[in-house]
């Protein structure tokens, strides 16, 4: 007989330390709910040639009906492909600036040209610093470097996997121009801390809520709070047009500059396709028509899905209070409504035998649900030495203010969380219904 055979999911992990199954957490999973199989019990994990717990596939994503496929063919026979001219871009903002509870929203291609364009409305640029998380998309850094500004890392909270607000005074210097917070998953960063510091300091906020559409703050849209909110609308996002963003602000002057910018410098309101006049520095960072049309289709359910999402998340929520040793990350008492873009887990080797976390994501994902991993640490990457030793830094930077970068650009509780503790579930996992579910008879 296959002695890996005989053991079972809970028997394994018992015996080995370097073993690959997720005992806890499959039983965590399983139950009632649409994670879950009412099996259950001790069988030969999927990883070691057993039947995975699950098989049936989470919800396909994105999703769209006929009306969708209308609005985009209507953008299509319209021949106004380009938003100068058009209309859709134009009723997009409007309407997503009503959806965020602010009067201004200006359209972009990205959610990095909407970062982008927003550290380049506020003049930041070669010399300054801009206070980032290392928990993040690339992008969030990646566009202060792109100026020839430095992001400054400050360390991530391991409870909330946000930005730890406690840490970032002691980061800000003469040279700081604007904190930029994350919302990560669409949890929200400590926006008391944050606004409060801001103010202390006089430094703008820029947020990035590229993974927060609908994620409150008391009440407020995350987005909504500092002077400028940054989305993504890429495919994997909440709100998905392929590739697409957005900024909003409750400031016309600042928004004004953000529209301008993105239309290679045109005044903000100019939707023709004028060859001069071009009074503001800018590019093209401009939203097209067909992103314009999704947006609009893919809005009317967002706010059915974050629901569902809240509703399936406080199933798991659930679920997990029961197994030691994998729990979801906590919020902070100030955020009113998570976006759920990501479901993040903190996961404790030690009471699964010392299974390194990427072994466990391994095993549950054999067994049917997608854990992924996660961030690894951004401040680490090889882009950040490949910009501090280009010529054009080399020429802004003093030699000793870039060896003083070097030494403080640690973030000891996110190299943890990277390497040992950080795992998630991606938002679509939450779309599901709760009804259960079986698997067909074990092996
Ligand atoms: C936190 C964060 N910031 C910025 C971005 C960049 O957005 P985009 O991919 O639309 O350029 C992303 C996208 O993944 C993100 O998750």
Known sequence: MNKKKTLSRRTFLKNTSAGLAGTATFSALAGTSVF?????GAEVPAVLGG??????????????????????????????????????????????????????????SSGTT???????ALGIGPGDEVIVPPY??????????????????????????????????????????????VHLGGGAADMDKITALASKHGLPVIEDAC???MGEWRHRKLGSI???????????????????????????????LCASYTNNGRPAGQQRATLSGYPFPGSNHRMTEFQGAILLGQMRRLEEQTRLRTENAACLDRLLAEIPGISPVKTYPGQTRHAYHLYMLRYDKAHF??????????AMEAEGI???????????????????????????FSRERLESYRKGNRCPENDKICEETGLWLGQYVLLGTKKTWRTSPRR
């Open 36 to 40: 879950c199989s009412p099996a259950g």
């Open 51 to 108: 039947t995975p717990v699950r098989r049936e596939p989470f919800p396909a994503w994105p999703v769209y009906d006929d009306t969708d496929v209308q609005m985009y063919l209507d953008a299509y026979h319209s021949k106004q492909w380009c938003r100068l001219g058009g209309t859709r871009a134009d009723r997009f903002e409007k309407e997503f600036a009503g959806l965020m509870g602010v009067p201004w929203c200006a359209a972009t």
């Open 114 to 120: 909407a970062l982008n364009t927003s550290l380049n």
């Open 136 to 181: 993040t998309f690339v992008a969030t850094a990646g566009v202060v470097f792109q100026v020839f500004a430095l992001a400054v890392f400050v360390d991530t909270d391991p409870e909330t996997h946000q930005i730890n607000a406690d840490l970032i005074e002691e980061r800000i210097n003469e040279h700081t121009r604007a904190i930029m917070p």
């Open 211 to 213: 993974q927060a559409w």
């Open 226 to 256: 500092g002077g400028l909110g940054c989305f993504s609308f890429q495919a994997s996002k909440n709100l998905n047009s392929g590739e697409g963003g957005a900024i909003i602000s409750s400031n016309r002057e600042l928004i004004e």
């Open 353 to 362: 035998n010392g299974l390194p976390k990427r072994k466990f994501a391994r």
């Open 370 to 396: 997608p854990v992924r991993t996660g961030y690894e640490p951004l401040n680490k990457e090889g882009f950040i030495e490949y910009r501090l030793n280009s010529r054009a830094f080399r020429s802004v």
